[in-house]
C-alpha cells in the first residue's frame, strides 16, 4: 500500500509534534510515524523552561495540557549539607512564565495531538516505525513504516526525522553522528512520594557522597536524580542495590525512609547515559533532522524539551518556503541551519560548565565553588546567565503570518 502526504514526520515526540501542528496549520498534510503505541511509556524530560513554554502558550497547547496536572517550580537551588550556595529565583523573569514547569510529557503530546487533530490533513500512526527510507536520484522521497507484509510506503515531499537521540532515520540516512563524553556523569532516575516534601523547586544536592537531584514529579511524587561517574553503572551495579541505596543518602539523608520504600533492587532504576552529540548535517535532499536527532544534550539546565519545541518553530517557515517553491533540497535549509546551529553551541558550552560547576568534586573546585556562587549572585551576570538558560542565546518566534485557514495549493 502506498499513501501520500507533504511532510512525514518521523517521532511523535515534542518536535514533530509541534512542527506537525505548526505545518497544519499553515496548510499542508502532515503524517506523523511514531514507533510507541500509545503514550503511556517512560519519558526522560518533563521540565519546561520559559522559552519552550511561551511557544506551547502561542500554540495555544500549554493551558490544556497543564490542566491535566502540572507544578510550577520557582527556584533553583545548590546545597551542600546544610548550607545553600545558590538560590535562584525564576520569579526574577518577566511573566507570565516566570516559573519551571514540571509536567509530564504525555500531557504535552495529549494536547499536540488534539491539537493536530482538528485538521484533515493530519495523520497519526503509532506503533509504526520507519524502517526504510525512499529515494529517486540521491534524493529522499518518502519513507517505508512497518516491515515484512504489513510494510506501506509513504511517500513525502519532505521528511522530517524527529526520531530522538538513537534516530533510526538519521542512520538509515547515512548522515554521522560525533558522540562527544562532555560530561563526567551518568544519572540513576527514580521517584519517591512526595509527603510533606513538597517544596515546588529544583534541588540539587551536594553531601559526602555523588551530588543528587530533586524536584517535585506531578502526581505527588519527587524525582531523584543520583549522579554517578560516567560509565561506571556495572562497577556499581557490582555492589548491590544496598551500597546503591547507601551512596545516595549520603547526600539527602531526609529522605532516607522513602527512598528505602521506594528502591528495591536495580530495576527500580532508569540509567542515563549522559553526553553530548551532533549530527555531521542536520539535512539531506528531501530530509531535515531536528530535536535529539539532530543535537543530544545532557540534563543539566533542563533544556531537552525547550530545544525540541524551538527547533520546530524555527524549521517551520524554512519548511513552508520550500513546499511553496517545490525545492526540499539541502540547500534550501541552509538558513535554519545556520541561524540554528550556534544556538545548539551556545547550550552545549553552557550544560558543560553548569555540569562543572554543580556536579565536579575535587580540593580546589569544592573550595572555591561557595565563594565563586556567592559572588556570582551579586552580579549582572547572574541574571544574563538565567534569561539564557530560560529563554534561549535569542528570541525564538512563532510565524503566525504562514497560517493559513485554506488549503496550500502546491507546485507541481
Known amino acids: 500500500m502506498t499513501s501520500q502526504t507533504d511532510v512525514a514526520v518521523a517521532g511523535g515526540g515534542p518536535a514533530g509534534l509541534t512542527l506537525a501542528l505548526l505545518m497544519l496549520r499553515s496548510g499542508y498534510r502532515v503524517t506523523v510515524l511514531e514507533k510507541a503505541r500509545s503514550l503511556e511509556r517512560d519519558y526522560r524530560g518533563e521540565i519546561l523552561q520559559p522559552g519552550g513554554m511561551t511557544l506551547l502558550g502561542e500554540l495555544g497547547v500549554l493551558k490544556p495540557a497543564r490542566s491535566h496536572g502540572a507544578y510550577p517550580l520557582r527556584r533553583f537551588q545548590l546545597l551542600e549539607q546544610d548550607r545553600t550556595l545558590m538560590d535562584i529565583d525564576y520569579q526574577q523573569l518577566p511573566p507570565p512564565y516566570s516559573f ?89 532516575w527514580f521517584k519517591i512520594p512526595a509527603g510533606e516534601n513538597t517544596r515546588y523547586c529544583v534541588q540539587v544536592h551536594r553531601g559526602r557522597g555523588n551530588p543528587v537531584l530533586l524536584y517535585n514529579s506531578y502526581p505527588g511524587n519527587i524525582q531523584v536524580g543520583w549522579t554517578l561517574p560516567h560509565r561506571s553503572y556495572r562497577e556499581v551495579a557490582a555492589k548491590g542495590i544496598g551500597y546503591v541505596k547507601d551512596q545516595i543518602l549520603r547526600a539527602v539523608p531526609a529522605h532516607a525512609q522513602a527512598i528505602d520504600d521506594a528502591v528495591q533492587s536495580l530495576t527500580d532504576l532508569t540509567l542515563l547515559d549522559v553526553f553530548a552529540g551532533m549530527a555531521d548535517t542536520w539535512t539531506r535532499d528531501g530530509l531535515v533532522l531536528i530535536g535529539d536527532s539532530a543535537h543530544t544534550h545532557g540534563p543539566i539546565g533542563a533544556q531537552g524539551i525547550n530545544l525540541a519545541i524551538q527547533d520546530a518553530t524555527e524549521l517551520h517557515p524554512a519548511l513552508v518556503q520550500a513546499l511553496r517553491t517545490g525545492d ?40 572555591m565553588r561557595p565563594i565563586m556562587m ?34 496550500t495549493s502546491f507546485p507541481g
Open 100 to 188: 519551571l514547569l514540571s509536567i509530564p510529557q504525555r500531557h504535552i503530546l495529549q494536547e499536540l495531538l488534539e491539537a493536530c487533530g482538528r485538521y484533515p490533513g493530519f495523520t497519526y500512526v503509532p506503533g509504526r516505525p520507519v524502517s526504510a527510507l525512499i529515494e529517486k536520484d540521491a534524493k529522499i522521497t518518502g519513507v517505508v513504516h512497518g516491515t515484512g507484509s504489513e510494510a506501506e510506503q509513504l511517500l513525502a515531499r519532505c521528511v522530517v526525522g524527529a526520531d530522538g537521540r538513537y534516530s533510526k532515520v538519521r542512520r538509515l540516512a547515512g548522515i554521522g553522528y560525533t558522540r562527544k563524553e562532555t560530561f563526567a556523569h551518568d544519572v540513576l
Open 328 to 367: 526540499t533540497d539541502a540547500g534550501q535549509f541552509t538558513g535554519f541551519t545556520k541561524a540554528r546551529r550556534p544556538d545548539i553551541d551556545a547550550v552545549m558550552n553552557l550544560q558543560a560548565r553548569q555540569s562543572q560547576a554543580l556536579l565536579s568534586h575535587g580540593k580546589a573546585s569544592d573550595t
Open 374 to 407: 556567592r559572588l556570582l549572585g551579586k552580579t549582572p551576570l547572574y541574571s544574563r546567565i538565567l534569561h539564557r538558560i530560560a529563554f534561549g542565546r535569542r528570541p525564538i518566534n512563532i510565524r503566525s503570518e504562514l497560517f493559513s485557514t485554506a488549503p
